[in-house]
């Protein structure tokens, strides 16, 4: 199982970034997907979620901000980030689930300038 994270960068404050994560080794479509973030000292938290029925949720920093789409046909979950800040700079990870099994994938870093 592989969930390959791209699109990170550096990115001045009130720009945009679009992450991608293409998912290999599972049936894509029956997991749900997630993208969490970690801070240099801080815990990962959770950005926003993906249910493979498509019913999204996001954590409140990233609302009005941030959407998370899913592609099943490219194996893919993305995150749109706008109006970007410079508490937003960290590791952006992706992560599957099911009843019965999770996958991290390895991180991105998003660098946020002020």
């Known amino acids: 199982v592989q969930l390959q994270a791209s699109g990170g960068g550096l990115v001045q404050a009130g720009g945009s970034l679009r992450l991608s994560c293409a998912a290999s080794?599972?049936?894509?479509?029956?997991?749900?997907m997630a993208w969490y973030r970690q801070a240099p000292g801080k815990q990962r938290e959770l950005v926003a979620r993906?249910?493979?029925?498509?019913?999204?949720n996001y954590a409140d920093f990233a609302k009005g901000r941030f959407t998370i789409s899913r592609d099943n046909a490219k194996n893919t979950v993305y995150l749109q980030m706008n109006s970007l800040k410079p508490e937003d700079t960290a590791v952006y990870y992706c992560?599957?689930?099911?009843?019965?099994?999770?996958?991290w994938g390895q991180g991105t870093q998003v660098t946020v300038s002020s």
């Open positions: 992560y599957a689930w099911r009843r019965g099994s999770d996958y």
């Open positions: 993906i249910t493979r029925g498509s019913a999204t």
């Open positions: 080794g599972i049936i894509f479509s029956t997991y749900n």
